[in-house]
């Protein structure tokens, strides 16, 4: 028997939209919808938390949502997931995991970061995990989402060097990847990465 993942059927718009998040309005484009939800892209740096509140203004409509999901199409271009809020289950929007971050290079690694401001020489402003902040060319910005950038610390050899840098301490070889990954992301019991490895 044949079933279907998805119960509702998702209506291919493509057309530009605001994002409101935190009271600041994003320009980005409405890829698709149904009743229960959306796809958005053009918003490749924005560091997205599981259960993000979102509002979306398209035409003469205003829905509110929450950020469900986070991948790459193959044109290498970040696309949110989003479901009203009105279909969300409140028991989980509250979750220690995030579905999006910034990194950038430190010694051959990517170490996380948070993109705080622009600065007018168009340069980001960012901070880092110990709170040190200062500015770098956005170019120097490398975006993952959470099955990326497991990947890339599966392939990875400097996991000890990153631990050290990130201050963790006393953690067993065989457990580190998984540290290190929580650290940056939040608990893996909130994240699909490691079972959409096994699906590869």
């Known amino acids: 028997m044949i079933t279907n993942r998805r119960k509702f059927h998702r209506i291919p718009v493509d057309e530009k939209c605001i994002a409101k998040i935190d009271g600041v309005d994003l320009e980005c484009t409405l890829l698709d ?4 939800g959306a796809k958005i892209a053009g918003l490749d740096f924005l560091v997205v938390p599981y ?11 205003v829905f509110d949502a929450v950020i469900r ?21 409140r028991e989980t929007l509250d979750q220690d995991a995030m579905l999006l971050n910034c990194f950038i290079r430190h010694e051959g690694n990517l170490m996380v970061c948070i993109p705080i401001s622009v600065d007018p020489d168009k340069r980001v402003r960012i901070q ?3 709170g040190m902040q ?9 975006t993952m989402n959470r099955r990326e950038r497991y990947q890339s ?3 990875g050899s400097n996991l000890s060097m990153i631990a050290d840098l990130y201050g963790i301490k006393d953690v067993p070889m065989s457990q580190l990847l998984d540290t290190i990954f929580e650290f940056e992301f939040g608990q893996l019991s909130n994240c699909t990465a490691k079972a959409a490895l096994s699906s590869i």
Request: net charge negative; hydrophobic share 40%.
């Open 33 to 36: 919808q149904s009743i229960t």
């Open 51 to 61: 259960g993000k509140p979102v509002s979306i203004h398209y035409d003469d409509e």
């Open 69 to 89: 999901g986070v991948t790459r199409n193959d044109k290498q271009e970040m696309l949110i997931g989003i479901e009203r809020a009105e279909n969300a289950d």
């Open 128 to 130: 880092l995990w110990d």
């Open 134 to 142: 200062f500015p770098i060319n956005f170019s120097a910005l490398v």
């Open 153 to 155: 610390l599966l392939k």
